[in-house]
């Protein structure tokens, strides 16, 4: 497959946007690149140069960010990277430093801290003086309460400040924070807060979403109860809610009704540089999830760097991302607080009580970048809505388009529709290392359907099944050196071993990451949908985000599911579920529509063997599509062991599968809806 067919457009397409003059020179990356010169007595022929060292000498790269962005440490570390070997590399040993210290260390009167709005409030800054100061009271309060380095806190909270200063709190004082939204039900939270054993569980009451009131005191019953060695509940009731809260337990205004603690006051918990700052979790489709544990000096200077030279942000931009508590970016939102920005935060749905309710809100918020999944721009094509007529976006310099597979067509809408200065940085990274792989690069151009780069310190390559470096070929996105914000391990015990299986089984000593992935000779990058639901077509291997963007392109079409079957006499079955939009049904034309464009858009082996209409297409509740555990339920896997159901946005889906898969004792003799 061609660099053009990944990407969806002819030979020779010009870029869709190319970076002025001023905007080079004002670029951090740029005034990085002044600095090593001056600094370092390095000079770099073009990004592609600058990456090149950054990768090769990883010593002199990471110990320059030390110095650039001025970490701080109470001990001097002994070297950069004291061990090499993946995993297990060790990064700045002796170091002794704090995350949230770093944080806070921009605190200053008169400005916002950060952005807050819901369904029912319009946005409002929290000032650094309230914000830093209830960080300090909250944190002296968990010490009074007995919280230790080490221990760890949990947060069953919506995307609303008190979570930002509980997490903040938490990691002050060297203890381990994680978090999940309240729209997860209790059975996925249960999974996920009681391996962990926290001491201290945060929960609200109740959160609005849509236009409704959702109850969560009798989930938050659930859960405290069902943590081991949970000693102390801290309710957040639900701001405007009449509701009281459960019996028991502190309420978030007694805990915060102390005297300030002034910043001088204030002793942070300094750190070894992989202490534990916060454990995300996998989606969880398969067994609990993992527990993937991050250390407080890997994500700093990881942060630190993506968000300065990958995203440009500086000290009083404001970055919009829809997320909630339960999705890295919430992690990832709330770090752009370490280069000086103001983040927005908003808890409630995209989509109300308009579709294009994030556009308001970042007219209002003068927000200067913007993250959008693909399906979030799908929806607003699909609806005709044109934000840049409807808004004021003078302020927006970037938006990042990201979650999920972004097609030629979505990095193309952003300059119709939204403005046409506009640099749009599409990255693509994870939960694993909690950072962007690939992404933006502010001095490049922009090609449509192609991510900019390789990110500085990520040694990202395609490797084919033998182990070997292509370029301009698909194979699998492998990192072939370490980065200090690869996982410190995994919770519990086996935490180590179940690491290096998930990561390092099948390249030895190479971080496989899973997905399906390619280099061009300049450099772009193109991921193409995980590797391990990879489609098998007479030994041709496609990207299922190909078979997506046609299919999801159809008006009437509102989600699709591709999965590739092995059968047992050696070939494949390869079966296309749609969910339709209301009151359309599947039938012989709309299935040769999607054929045809299957097959005059890609190729006849993009074509499926058959279409399945469902009730709705198996996703998690952020929007990530589970083709391994549809996969394992259409090959005979009970629902209950291929996926949870608590962490899937509509249950439904999985159930439609199940029925397909118990009806069919031959998959090409398939009926067409289940």
Known sequence: MSVEAARGLPEGIDPLWTPGRQRITEANLTRFGQWLAEERGLRFDGYEELWHWSVTDLEAFWGA???????????????????????GARWFPGARLNYAEHVLRHERAGADALLFCSESTAPAGMAWEEFAGQVRVLATRLRALGVRPGDRVCGYLPNVPQAAVAMLATTAIGAVWASASPDFGSRGVIDRFGQLGPKVLFCVDGYRYGGRYFDRREESRCIAEALPGLEHVVRLPTEGEARPAVDGGLLWEDVLDRPPVPAEDFAYEHVPFDHPLWVLFSSGTTGLPKAIVHGHGGILLEQLKLQTFHMDLRGGDRPLFFTTTGWMMWNFLISSLLVGACPVLYDGNPAHPEPDVLWRIAQDTRATFFGASPAYVDLMAKAGIVPGERYDLSALRAVMPAGSPVSPQCTAWFYGNVKADLWVATGSGGTDCCTGFVGGVPTLPVYAGEMQARSLGVAAYAYDENGRRVVDEVGELVITEPLPSMP????????????????????????????????????????????????????????????????????????????????????FFMPLFVALAEGVTLDAGLERTIRDRLRQEYSPRHVPDRIIQVPAVPTTLTGKKLEVPARRILLGTPVEQAADRSTVADPRALDALARYARTQRDYPLATTAV
């Open 65 to 87: 960010l030390w110095d650039y962005f001025d970490v701080r440490s109470v001990t001097p570390y002994s070297a950069v990277l004291g061990s090499r070997e993946m995993p």
């Open 488 to 571: 410190v391990t995994f919770w519990g015990p086996a935490g180590d071993e179940r690491y290096r299986r998930t990561y390092f089984e099948d390249f030895p000593g190479v971080w496989r990451h899973g997905d399906f992935f390619k280099v061009n000779a300049r450099g772009g990058c193109f991921v193409l949908g995980r590797s391990d639901a990879t489609l098998n077509r007479q030994g041709v291997r496609i990207g299922t985000a190909e078979i997506y963007r046609v299919v999801e392109a159809l008006d009437q079409v509102a989600g699709a599911l591709v999965v590739s079957l092995d059968l047992p006499d050696g070939n």
